[in-house]
């Protein structure tokens, strides 16, 4: 086994220099104003080439969420969550929920970008907005 | 109505060949290596030339699967041809015909082979494989989000929740399909299950069980596909291709957007319409589907995407209609990837082929005139209609 490795690729690098400054950018459609993710060379939407990065609110909803009962990284010891968030901006990303949970569906709940110290680096992860306690869990870095 | 377009009918299956699943299974998990994927391949094509009774020196078209060289395994079969490339199971047939009702080739093999068990190939992890091809298989690892499981599962839970689907009604897939390997002397798993062992066995990836998993093991499979006269000609029992035909969704595919939010069923929907109309058939002609089943999830989706039921009544139509050889609509009825055999979307192929035929034994579809193939890997849409 081994530990989760980062896709880094041009465009990646100054996403992953945001998050460690923990302000989130993404690549922004100078034409259209479209948010790219993964950062990329041109838009989805319209094909203008120009963009400029763009720190994002933080604000998303989970639009579904899964819990790993098998290890696959050394990084990772099961079990843990991953959740798939719609960005405000409107891209969806992948990340953690950290903190509390929801106690039935996690699907429609608002969160909130964090950042926490994962090896090496800065990561995302999201803490649900409407938090049980306000008490910062262990191992919470934000 | 006439067939739409140049390639409907245009080519027929007339040989199919598969190696000994269960035995080199057997093999493998005690730590033996009976082939290698070049080896499996070897072994399916003898068998489907055998079974479709032409020599060698008739073929003039060479598929590979992606898992060989097309070059050593044209080599190593002693095919010098004049039209040949690499491809995966839908792709591959989809490529004969077409190469067939171009006149670039008249007789095309068609061979794959995988040694991914006992090469221990992974799925997931720091060395997943896919990722060349599909970047979401990796792009989500440093948040432990990895495996193909794990894809199918985020979109499973939303699916389940927005459609209302519950989980004993996914695990009616599992449960039809391990019937249908029960009665599949050359499937994996055999042994029946109830809904009551799907529920009690473990999560993988939450909301998925084991169950719903795709099996991993070596093999390997074979086709011969004949320009339709020619096939008529040579072959014992050609089964003609009626249609193919094929969507792709890329946008927003690493962010999930395509899987998360209408399930691939858009690319089924334009799939369904050009399929159908190429081979002048409706849902309502199809005696039995085989969709590729890496995952259980496959089977609701498509039976929505594709009309056989409304969007949101796939758990209802699942539960009361019925997917299974006992009752209903029979859905991968030798028993699919997860309990016949993983062989990439091939061994759907020569199942559907085999149930047209007549020659399925035990799980024979009764009158079984047209077989559907469906797959949506990566939300890759195609179909594939086999009939008389
Ligand atoms: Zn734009």
Redesign the pocket.
């Known amino acids: 086994m081994a530990n989760a490795q980062r896709i880094m690729t041009l465009y990646d690098v100054p996403m992953w220099e945001s998050i460690e400054r923990r302000k989130m950018a993404l690549p922004r459609?100078s034409?259209?104003g479209?948010f790219r993710y993964p950062p990329g060379p041109i838009?989805a939407?319209?094909n203008?080439l120009d963009y400029e990065w763009a720190e994002v609110s933080g604000n998303g909803t989970i639009l579904s969420w899964v819990v790993f009962h098998r290890q696959y990284f050394d990084d990772h010891p099961q079990p843990y969550n991953a959740i798939a968030v719609r960005l405000a901006e409107g891209p969806i990303v992948v990340s953690n929920l950290v903190g509390d949970e929801p106690d039935g569906s996690w699907i429609g709940e608002r969160v909130t970008i964090t950042y926490r110290r994962h090896l090496d680096r800065l990561q995302h992860a999201f803490t649900l907005q409407n938090q049980k306690s306000t008490q910062l869990n262990r191992g919470e870095d934000a | 109505m006439k067939p739409v377009g140049m390639i409907a009918k245009a080519a027929s299956v007339i040989g199919i060949g598969q190696t000994d699943w269960p035995g080199d299974h057997a093999r493998v998990r005690a730590a033996q290596k009976p082939h290698d994927s070049y080896g499996y391949a070897a072994q399916a094509f003898v068998g489907a030339l055998a079974d479709a009774g032409i020599s060698r020196d008739q073929i003039d078209g060479l598929i590979v699967g992606p898992t060989t060289a097309y070059e050593r395994v044209g080599e190593l079969l002693g095919l010098d041809v004049r039209w040949g490339g690499q491809a995966d199971a839908m792709l591959g047939v989809m490529e004969a015909c077409m190469a067939i009702a171009s006149g670039q080739a008249e007789v095309v093999a068609l061979v794959y082979g995988n040694d991914q068990r006992s090469a221990l190939v992974n799925y997931g992890g720091a060395d997943a494989q896919g990722g060349g091809a599909f970047l979401s298989y990796v792009y989500h690892a440093p948040w432990g989000f990895t495996s193909q499981g794990a894809l199918y599962a985020l979109m499973a839970r939303r699916y389940m929740e927005e459609r209302g689907m519950s989980q004993a009604e996914l695990g009616e897939v599992a449960v039809a399909q391990r019937m249908a390997a029960a009665r599949n002397p050359a499937a994996l798993m055999r042994k029946p299950i109830t809904i009551d062992d799907y529920l009690a066995s473990p999560f993988i990836c939450e909301p998925l069980h084991i169950f719903d998993y795709c099996l991993i093991n070596d093999g390997g499979v074979a086709l011969i596909v004949a320009e339709a006269g020619k096939a008529e000609r040579i072959g014992r029992a050609p089964v003609p291709i009626h249609g193919i035909a094929r969507h792709d969704l890329n946008r927003g595919a690493t962010s999930l957007e395509p899987r998360l939010t209408d399930y691939y069923q858009p690319a089924q929907k334009t799939v369904g319409e050009a399929v159908f109309n190429m081979a002048s058939l409706g849902p309502q002609d199809m005696d039995a589907l085989q969709i590729y089943d890496s995952f259980s999830l496959h089977i609701p989706l498509a039976l929505e995407g594709y009309g056989y039921c409304k969007p949101g009544e796939a758990g209802k139509f699942m539960r009361e209609h019925g997917i299974s050889l006992a009752r209903g609509l029979p859905v991968n009825t030798g028993g699919g990837h997860l309990s016949e055999s993983y062989m990439q979307g091939w061994n759907h192929q020569i199942e559907a082929v085999r149930q047209v035929r007549g020659e399925a034994g035990e799980r024979q579809v009764p009158d079984c005139r047209h077989v559907h193939y469906s797959s949506d890997v990566a939300g890759k849409a195609v179909s594939i209609i086999y009939g008389r």
């Open positions: 459609c034409a259209c479209t838009c939407e319209c203008a």
